[in-house]
């Protein structure tokens, strides 16, 4: 059940981010306002199309993508000069330590094998 809430808030996301839902109901508006255009001709009365002021969901929309998007603005551009400002940091130089002598007492030693020679 946890998986289709997600699913569910993943493809709302997407579709109200990239503008699919929006592009939906603008397309219900003009169904809406060519059936309304049918019916005022066939009746002989003017034409008066949709307007979308009086429009709650229109409204959701506008105030939805408002509250979605600024908020974040503010926090990324603050966000961006921080690491633009660490960037610019000197990085301090790590000390080690230099021995002071190395102790190298040569290559290793070979034993010495008496060989006789009969």
């Given at each position: 059940?946890?998986?289709?809430?997600?699913?569910?808030?993943?493809?709302?996301?997407?579709?109200?981010?990239?503008?699919?839902?929006?592009?939906?109901?603008?397309?219900?508006?003009?169904?809406?306002?060519?059936?309304?255009?049918?019916?005022?001709?066939?009746?002989?009365?003017?034409?008066?199309?949709?307007?979308?002021?009086?429009?709650?969901?229109?409204?959701?929309?506008?105030?939805?993508?408002?509250?979605?998007?600024?908020?974040?603005?503010?926090?990324?551009?603050f966000l961006g000069?921080?690491?633009?400002?660490?960037?610019?940091?000197?990085?301090?130089?790590?000390?080690?330590?230099?021995?002071?002598?190395?102790?190298?007492?040569?290559?290793?030693?070979?034993?010495?094998?008496?060989?006789?020679?009969?």
């Amino acid at each position: 059940m946890r998986r289709w809430a997600a699913i569910f808030l993943v493809v709302f996301y997407v579709g109200l981010g990239t503008g699919v839902l929006h592009y939906l109901h603008e397309l219900d508006h003009a169904r809406e306002d060519a059936r309304e255009d049918a019916a005022a001709l066939a009746a002989g009365k003017p034409v008066q199309h949709h307007d979308h002021d009086d429009c709650d969901v229109c409204a959701q929309f506008n105030v939805l993508v408002m509250w979605l998007s600024t908020p974040w603005t503010p926090l990324l551009a603050f966000l961006g000069l921080l690491v633009a400002i660490l960037a610019l940091l000197p990085i301090p130089p790590v000390y080690r330590r230099a021995p002071v002598r190395i102790d190298c007492r040569g290559p290793p030693a070979l034993p010495i094998y008496s060989t006789v020679i009969a």
